[in-house]
């Protein structure tokens, strides 16, 4: 396959704040690509370098073989970009931002529609009503269909399902899997770590540097050893009781349980056994499965010592 999207040693600041930092990776044609960290890590930045929208202060970036400082007036006909906070005009109706998008391009509603129709047929039964009277999830909706009323061949998602429902995340995930039956490459960043699982691939990105970048299950292949669950009726001095111990490498609040990274001497008996001996009872220790964000705490943690 060949490459959609090159970043190449991409550094950016906002005065005495840096944002980015030497980030590197790049993303294939076809792929959905998921850039995955908390809020304030750079995906922003990054996704708003991509389209042309920011200048780093050093390395490159190229989309569909141009640069995005020198080439981005073509660029900006070729991308889809969907800014984390809804961008649209609230007191336009949801056809008029959809026609003004369109004309925005040189196209048509009609040029294009069945590309948008699984994704615009929920908003076509209310088409005069004012964007910013919309639900989260129908904002969310409209914003995509605006996106890619151009077609283009480069979709750029930034934190797309913030603050939207659960079922209305799911609904948006199949959506973009629609999508790339038609061609598009996507790159969706997002601080939900559970939707790296519908990523081809993934970078990690924490304080402006990527930590990690594969598939997702590569890069948590190897971390359900000596991984655990901890469960007690009074959690709090669990966590405090097993951080006190030698063969406990790490222990956080996973859920409603938590996770304990053990050493080779990891015993969960023998825990139990040293936790009773401390007062707390009723506890109970079973291995667990690694995820992606167990990888993220554990590179973080690395990346402080």
């Not at 141009?66 to 984390?84: A, C, F, N, S």
């Not at 649209?88 to 003004?100: A, R």
């Not at 629609?178 to 598009?184: D, F």
């Not at 559970?194 to 997702?216: F, N, S, W």
Request: net charge negative; charged share 25%; with cysteine.
């Amino acid at each position: 396959m060949s490459l959609v999207a090159e970043i190449r040693d991409v550094s950016k600041s906002y005065g005495n704040i840096q944002a980015l930092s030497e980030v590197s990776f790049s993303v294939e044609e076809g792929e959905m690509f998921g850039l995955i960290g908390p809020d304030g890590a750079g995906k922003s930045t990054l996704y708003r370098l991509l389209a042309t929208l920011l200048v780093p202060d050093s390395g490159s970036l190229t989309v569909m073989g141009h640069d995005t400082v020198k080439d981005y007036r073509l660029l900006r006909r070729l991308i889809g970009y969907m800014p984390e906070r809804f961008s649209l005009y609230p007191d336009l109706s949801i056809s008029e931002n959809l026609n003004f998008f369109a004309s925005l391009f040189g196209v048509t509603i009609k040029d294009n529609y069945e590309l948008i129709a699984p994704i615009f047929s929920q908003l076509a039964k209310f088409p005069d009503r004012p964007a910013g009277k919309l639900s989260g999830g129908m904002k969310q909706k409209l914003a995509l269909s605006c996106a890619l009323i151009h077609r283009p061949p480069i979709l750029l998602l930034d934190e797309p399902t913030t603050g939207v429902d659960a079922v209305s995340r799911s609904e948006f995930w199949d959506m973009l899997a629609s999508l790339r039956k038609h061609g598009i490459t996507i790159l969706v960043s997002t601080s939900y770590m559970d939707e790296a699982t519908r990523c081809d691939r993934i970078a990690m990105i924490d304080h402006g540097r990527i930590l990690r970048t594969d598939t997702p299950e590569r890069l948590v292949a190897g971390l359900d050893e000596n991984l655990y669950n901890a469960v007690a009726p009074d959690m709090f001095r669990l966590l405090s009781g097993l951080r006190t111990l030698p063969e406990v490498i790490d222990c956080y609040t996973f859920g409603a349980a938590l996770h304990v990274v053990g050493t080779n001497a990891f015993s969960p008996e023998d825990i139990v056994r040293k936790l009773a001996g401390m007062g707390i009872e009723g506890v109970s220790i079973y291995p667990a499965k690694g995820v992606i964000e167990d990888l993220f705490i554990k590179l973080t943690r690395n990346d402080q010592q």
